[in-house]
């Protein structure tokens, strides 16, 4: 998104509308697009749906250890993704003790899981249910009780954890730069002081 846009949209009002952060979102979600080869090379930016527990701290959690045993069909191209994704835990006063994980994967699609547990204590292999659906930012916000600031914010880590990861490619490039330089150096003059000797 342009600085001018960007500006626009969120000075000319106290309080951003729907239409606003979908627009924010969209124009976010296109700077990621662009950045995702990078994204997918950067060590720690993407991450695997499997990989994300469903309550956060607790790994036990992950999608993964439920797929042992639910009927999952044999075929799931985005389940088996990577991408950006946060997670919404149950709610102390839910009764079904929901949980969600939603994101925007490298597929280029919204996706949202639903992990349906047992018990809010969070017992391991407690899982009734898992779904998983292609979605989009305000079926996510109304479904998940997420905020759009939320999904915008989210994209927005992305971009400064590929700028970190970039910073530290460079300081360690750099770095071994600087060590083939006095490595040339100390063979240039073990080079002309044997001509010299002999």
């Known amino acids: 998104m342009s600085e001018d846009v960007f500006l626009d949209t969120v000075l000319r009002t106290e309080h951003l509308t729907e239409r606003d952060w979908l ?13 995702m080869p990078d994204m997918a090379w950067a060590n720690g930016v993407l991450t695997r749906l499997v990989d ?6 607790q790994e036990a959690h992950s999608p993964r250890r439920a797929l042992a045993s639910l009927p999952w069909p044999e075929s799931f191209p985005v ?20 949980s969600y994980i939603v994101g925007f994967t490298e597929n280029r699609t919204w ?19 898992v779904k998983q659906e292609i979605s989009t930012p305000s079926h996510i916000v109304e479904m998940a009780k997420v905020s759009y600031g939320d999904l915008w914010f989210l994209l ?9 990861r970039r910073r530290e490619e460079l300081e360690l490039l750099n770095a071994l ?5 006095m490595e040339s150096r100390i063979i240039v003059a073990i080079e002309t002081d044997h001509k010299v000797t002999r």
């Not at 993704?81 to 006063?93: E, I, N, Q, V």
């Not at 927005?156 to 970190?164: C, P, R, S, T, V």
């Open 156 to 164: 927005g880590q992305a971009i400064e954890d590929l700028a970190k």
């Open 111 to 129: 996706l949202a899981v639903c992990v349906y547990l047992r018990k809010c204590e969070g017992k391991p292999d407690q899982f009734d249910e």
């Open 79 to 98: 389940f088996k993704g990577r991408g950006l994704f946060l997670c919404r835990p149950p709610r102390r006063s839910e009764d079904d003790c929901t």
């Open 52 to 57: 994300v527990p469903c309550i956060p701290g």
């Open 177 to 181: 730069a600087e060590r083939v330089k």
């Open 23 to 35: 627009e924010l979102i969209k124009q976010r979600q296109q700077t990621v697009l662009e950045l």
